[in-house]
């Protein structure tokens, strides 16, 4: 009979231990403007203004990284020699990290060429992100900030006129 109220008191508690972990998962592809995959873009994720993960796509341009606490301010940087950068930040400082809830983000870059541009004209890209993720408390989940994303768009497509 111990031994029964043992093993039920030790599953109560991996149960509970694994039902308060809320993870956020990023996983996409980046792709260049003639939507053909961009192999070898070297990825680099800071948490908080430290970097945690780097990665590089392979040959269909995919990523993926797992298992992300929530509770932090992401900035997930994309690099490619001859192409531009970008990055974009998720923030999840608002998540309640009680509960079993996983946040799954799919985030499908497409880079363009930076020949022709000269590099002063593109560095706002390394100090302002080209799209911002935040928690919505009402609909529980992340959500890009579109107004912010289509200023972005206009600001990057008036420097490429130039």
């Not at 039920?8 to 149960?15: D, G, P, Q, S």
Request: hydrophobic share 40%; charged share 30%.
């Amino acid at each position: 009979m111990t031994k029964y109220i043992l093993l039920l008191f030790f599953t109560f508690i991996a149960v509970t231990s694994f039902s308060q972990d809320s993870r956020l998962y990023l996983k996409g592809k980046v792709e260049i403007e003639t939507k053909e995959p961009l192999l070898n873009c070297h990825l680099q994720l800071f948490m908080d203004d430290n970097l945690v993960k780097v990665d590089t796509t392979g040959p269909s341009g995919m990523f993926r990284m797992d298992s992300l606490e929530v509770g932090h301010v992401y900035d997930l940087y994309f690099e490619a020699d001859g192409y531009s950068l970008k990055f974009v930040r998720i923030d999840t400082k608002k998540i309640d990290p009680k509960g079993l809830t996983k946040y799954p983000m799919i985030i499908d870059m497409a880079l363009f060429s930076t020949s022709g541009i000269k590099p002063e004209k593109l560095y706002f890209l390394q100090t302002e992100a080209y799209a911002v993720a935040k928690y919505n408390k009402e609909k529980d989940n992340i959500e890009w900030d579109l107004i912010y994303l289509e200023k972005m768009k206009k600001k990057v497509e008036e420097v490429r006129k130039i």
